[in-house]
């Protein structure tokens, strides 16, 4: 069966189960890895900006892509480019994964639209796993009944990482990219820019295509220059 894609969403490769660190979210990602995909339960994700919720949902996605099961992912966060007609048929599909439920809560189309498509997807044993920056009870959700039904499976609140994790994940990600970077330069990184963990590993891909571009090698220095 194929993955089926919205226009414009593609899922990111690098976003897997094998370098998302588990930390206090080991049991997290242990279910959503080993467990989940034999189920038909729904499950949210809550937690604060950062702490890899998207990289969860990706992750899930390519797992389930490799047991030939038709996914679909839809950020809502970028709902502004849809309207809830997309939301037609995705009962179809085996999982379906949605980000930032949150980004549409208060407008009644989408509200209505989730509503019906969540009570669809229950009936067909599609897997619906959907992220928020909240708790479900800190959702300010017009519909009772929709806030309702995303309590019915499985909820779990996704830590941060502490400042040793985000430094571990820094290093093994540099590691991978094959980049030779210094524990010096990763704990200054760590220290002097963005705590995001996404927004540090964009930081350090960008240090790694300004170092190939000038042939230079990262020290404190350049990468000063280079954030400047």
Not at 73 to 86: C, R, V
Not at 167 to 182: C, D, N, P, T
Not at 185 to 190: C, K, N
């Amino acid at each position: 069966m194929t993955q089926l894609l919205l226009k414009g969403v593609q899922l990111q490769s690098h976003m897997t189960f094998a370098n998302f660190y588990g930390g206090l979210n080991k049991n997290v990602v242990d279910y959503l890895q080993k467990e989940l995909l034999t189920q038909s339960v729904s499950t949210y994700l809550w937690g604060s900006s950062g702490c890899g919720l998207t990289h969860l949902l990706h992750a899930l996605c390519a797992t389930a892509n490799d047991l030939q099961k038709t996914t679909m992912y839809l950020s809502l966060k970028d709902a502004g480019l849809y309207t809830p007609e997309i939301l037609t048929n995705v009962e179809q599909v085996d999982v379906f994964c949605i980000d930032d439920i949150d980004a549409v809560l208060g407008q009644p189309l989408w509200e209505e639209a989730l509503f019906d498509a969540y009570n669809r997807m229950r009936d067909n044993n599609t897997i619906l796993v959907c992220t928020a920056k909240t708790s479900v009870r800190g959702l300010k959700c017009s519909l009772a009944d929709l806030q309702s039904r995303l309590s019915w499976g499985q909820v779990f609140h996704i830590e941060l990482l502490t400042e040793a994790e985000r430094i571990a994940v820094l290093q093994l990600r540099a590691k991978e990219r094959g980049m030779i970077i210094s524990a010096d330069v990763i704990h200054f990184l760590s220290n002097h820019y963005q705590r995001d963990l996404g927004a540090l590993l964009l930081l350090l891909e960008k240090l790694d295509s300004a170092s190939l571009a000038e042939k230079k090698r990262l020290t404190i220095p350049f990468v000063k220059e280079v954030l400047a």
